[in-house]
């Protein structure tokens, strides 16, 4: 007998879903008897949080939306932080929640949240699946919108009694491939014109450069055309940061070194720019012109609002723009004689030997010890804008990092997925002492289903980067310091491993012996924020006082 569950695994299969991540509850015990006679794997998490944030990695990492799984109520709600994780960061993922029977509602309220409410401002669609016989249309649906442009999360809510109706066996829809319509010609020949008449250009890639269907076409163009770019956080590694064009990483909004080039630059190509992320600079009267290019027409911001739009599948139209750029574009480098300066300072103190290490130490050494096609998963928390700022990328999408809601609690998870994706690849997860506990329990999951994977945590005792904007506030030190279990033994109580550094130079032969020993390692290494101040507020204010001296700060109202 067929019943609405054996049609949603089927339907699942049919989308090439090969492991479901959650916790599942008794009203989804039909799915997980569906689910054992089929060749999807499930991986179980301990909290819903964790699964969500794995499901989401998958889509962000192959543009196939990962499957999660929770019960109705508590478990779904548990789901909300990675919904909005999906949704803001445009990564494909679908979520099955659980229900009581809707047809005769035998336990009153008991448990019933109305979830499908819930997850409305958090997905692109939701729905409460009300039979059986609509499953395979439902489910064929949710991929197409978890898929399309912008991708994100689709929750589906499947009653208990729905899932265990008797049903006729109904075949599942078969995808078929979907391509992005490309560019019009009008907007190319605009863009076009407006890049050759430009004098000092600058290529901007965003969040959306990183989805992997572009990552050929988005070489192809900075290649082709020889002109300069930097990156937001989130377009950190869409092309190889080894590159001679790399400008650097806007981590802050303003006032970097990197905002020197764009102080400097007429035109600005944004690549696949979301307004999600904190802005990587901000538009003003009298900057440079902004050409945007993505798979969406740019939201109007007040910090962004471009003068020209090239919308389409980025890949194939940056092509159709190279075509009308290679060649002519003599000058194209013209910024890259700021290049060294801006590189240059950026490395200060990278390879000092103070103890504990500085964010700059601990970034080289970390790049030392991760090949070129090692994946970062960043969690959230002061370092992050450290790794954004100084980490150098090869590879497409080996940072992993959220700017969008930028949540403490995913490295771990992200990590992890990165991991199973990607089993002959080294993974290091980096966070904070605050964001590594908000999912620690996830060690138990990472050594159960055998994660070779390294977690390092930058332990300062605080919630560091709050504690940063407080004194930057002038406020006094206040509320923001805990105290951490012994991270080794925590460790080690999982089944994992674990080490702590105790020196400068231990920090690189650690990190090297925990990736050689496998399985999955907790590295703990204390940091020196003193260089939160030092750096991002004394040294770039002195710079930003001395560039406005000397008058290189052109816009009226732009700092
Ligand atoms: C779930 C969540 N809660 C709170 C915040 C606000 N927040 C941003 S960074 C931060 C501190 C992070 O502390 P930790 O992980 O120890 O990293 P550190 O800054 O100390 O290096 C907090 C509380 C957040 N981004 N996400
Ligand atoms: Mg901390």
């Given at each position: 007998m067929t019943k609405g569950a054996d049609l949603l695994v089927r339907a699942l299969a049919n989308e090439g879903v090969d492991r479901i991540f959650g916790v599942p509850g008794e009203e989804n015990l039909d799915v997980l008897e569906s689910l054992r006679r089929s060749g999807i794997a499930l991986v179980l998490t301990r909290h819903e949080q964790a699964a969500g944030f794995m499901a989401a990695t998958h889509g962000r990492l192959t543009g196939r939306?990962?499957?999660?799984?929770?019960?109705?109520?508590?478990?779904?709600?548990?789901?909300?932080?990675?919904?909005?994780?999906a949704h803001l960061g445009a990564m494909p993922m679908i979520m099955i929640t659980g229900q009581k029977p809707i047809m005769t509602p035998k336990q009153a309220r008991f448990q019933i949240v109305d979830v499908i409410a819930s997850m409305?401002?958090?997905?692109?669609?939701?729905?409460?699946?009300?039979?059986?016989?609509?499953?395979?249309?439902?489910?064929?649906?949710?991929?197409?919108?978890?898929?399309?442009?912008?991708?994100?999360?689709?929750?589906?809510?499947?009653?208990?009694?729905?899932?265990?109706?008797?049903?006729?066996?109904?075949?599942?829809?078969?995808?078929?491939?979907v391509e992005i319509p490309v560019a019009h010609r009008?907007?190319?020949?605009?863009?076009?014109?407006?890049?050759?008449?430009?004098?000092?250009?600058?290529?901007?890639?965003?969040?959306?450069?990183?989805?992997?269907?572009?990552?050929?076409?988005?070489?192809?163009?900075?290649?082709?055309?020889?002109?300069?770019?930097?990156?937001?956080?989130?377009?950190?590694?869409?092309?190889?940061?080894?590159?001679?064009?790399?400008?650097?990483?806007?981590?802050?909004?303003?006032?970097?070194?990197?905002?020197?080039?764009?102080?400097h630059a007429d035109l600005i190509i944004a690549i696949g720019h979301d307004t999600v992320e904190k802005p990587p600079f901000l538009m003003g009267?009298?900057?440079?012109?902004?050409?945007?290019?993505?798979?969406?027409?740019?939201?109007?911001?007040?910090?962004?609002?471009?003068?020209?739009?090239?919308?389409?599948?980025?890949?194939?139209?940056?092509?159709?723009?190279?075509?009308?750029?290679?060649?002519?574009?003599?000058?194209?480098?013209?910024?890259?004689?700021?290049r060294e300066e801006i590189l240059g300072r950026i490395a200060d103190r990278a390879t000092e030997d103070r103890w504990p290490p500085t964010p700059q130490r601990l970034v080289h050494d970390v790049r030392q010890v991760m090949p070129e096609d090692g994946i970062l998963a960043l969690d959230n928390g002061m370092y992050k804008i450290w790794f954004a700022r100084n980490y150098r990328t090869y590879v497409a999408n080996t940072v992993l990092l959220d700017n969008a809601l930028a949540t403490m609690g995913a490295g771990l998870p992200s990590a992890m997925m990165a991991a199973m994706?990607?089993?002959?690849?080294?993974?290091?997860?980096?966070?904070?002492?605050?964001?590594?506990?908000?999912?620690?329990?996830?060690?138990?999951?990472?050594?159960?289903?055998?994660?070779?994977?390294?977690?390092?945590?930058?332990?300062?005792?605080?919630?560091?980067?709050?504690?940063?904007?407080?004194?930057?506030?002038?406020?006094?030190?206040?509320?923001?310091?805990?105290?951490?279990?012994?991270?080794?033994?925590?460790a080690e109580s999982y089944g994992a491993r674990g080490s702590r550094v105790t020196s400068t130079a231990a920090l690189i032969p650690t990190l090297d012996a925990a990736f050689q020993g496998g399985g999955v390692h907790v590295v703990v290494c204390p940091i020196d924020y003193g260089e939160n101040i030092r750096v991002l507020n004394e040294e770039l204010g002195a710079h930003n006082a001395a560039r406005q001296q000397r008058g290189q700060v052109s816009r009226g109202g732009v700092p």
């Open positions: 939306p990962g499957v999660a799984i929770a019960t109705l109520g508590p478990g779904a709600l548990n789901f909300s932080t990675a919904a909005a994780y409305k401002p958090l997905t692109k669609m939701t729905r409460q699946i009300v039979s059986a016989a609509s499953i395979p249309t439902l489910v064929r649906d949710a991929f197409r919108v978890a898929m399309e442009e912008r991708p994100g999360p689709v929750h589906l809510e499947l009653p208990e009694d729905i899932a265990g109706e008797a049903c006729e066996d109904i075949p599942p829809i078969p995808p078929h491939p009008d907007a190319l020949d605009r863009a076009a014109a407006m890049i050759l008449k430009a004098k000092r250009r600058l290529i901007m890639l965003g969040a959306a450069a990183s989805r992997p269907r572009s990552t050929a076409g988005l070489n192809g163009f900075v290649r082709r055309t020889g002109i300069p770019f930097f990156t937001t956080q989130m377009g950190k590694g869409t092309v190889a940061g080894g590159s001679n064009l790399y400008m650097g990483t806007a981590a802050l909004s303003e006032r970097d070194y990197v905002h020197d080039a764009i102080d009267p009298g900057g440079p012109a902004v050409i945007h290019v993505g798979y969406q027409p740019a939201n109007v911001e007040q910090v962004y609002f471009p003068h020209a739009e090239v919308v389409g599948d980025l890949g194939p139209s940056l092509e159709l723009l190279a075509d009308r750029l290679e060649g002519r574009l003599p000058d194209a480098g013209a910024l890259l004689s700021l994706l990607h089993p002959g690849r080294r993974v290091m997860a980096v966070c904070g002492d605050g964001g590594f506990m908000m999912n620690s329990q996830e060690l138990e999951t990472a050594v159960r289903i055998g994660c070779n994977l390294v977690v390092l945590i930058l332990e300062d005792k605080a919630y560091g980067m709050i504690r940063w904007k407080q004194a930057v506030e002038k406020m006094e030190d206040f509320g923001l310091t805990f105290g951490n279990p012994d991270f080794v033994r925590y």
